[in-house]
């Protein structure tokens, strides 16, 4: 696909786009907030002079992918030079809270995971990526694509096994 050159084209990049490179920007940085900012900053790359996107190197979609993932680091590097904010907890009803406990603790392990496992995890199983596709996006051979999954996928296991249910005893 072109760069868009008009914004009939722009428009219909960001319609096809939007929803998948949304998804991965909120579970790199875990806000809603922060993921709209950098979906935003990225579609207003495209629209720069200075934009480097070439459709002759990677399609549309690789180079977008890969330009929410370095907004994503930078903006990770940048939260860690400020101080944590107070979250407030959620006053949803009980059953809402139990259905969403198991997500935060999943969506937990998931960021505590280094980056670089992160990113592939997330392409790989919520974007539903190629590893091939992956590796492109990464600048990455494929065998470290599928290393840093295989690793990922180890450090989750371990790490939510207190949440896996357990076979009854027999006495």
Known sequence: ???PKSEAAFLQSFDEHHAALFRFAY??????A?????VQECFFG?????????????SLRTYLFGAIRNQSLKHRRQQKDQPEQATT????????FLRSELKDVVSGALMQLPDTQREVLI???YEQMP???IAEVLALELGAVKSRLQRARASLK???AAYAPTPERKR
């Open 34 to 38: 922060d993921a709209e900012d950098i």
């Open 1 to 3: 696909m072109e760069p």
């Open 89 to 96: 907890p959620s006053q949803s009803p009980e059953s809402e």
């Open 46 to 58: 495209l629209l720069r002079p200075t934009c480097s996107y070439n459709p002759k190197r990677a």
């Open 27 to 32: 579970r790199l940085t875990g806000s809603v």
């Open 158 to 160: 371990e790490t939510l």
């Open 123 to 125: 392409l790989a199983h």
């Open 131 to 133: 590893l091939a596709e």
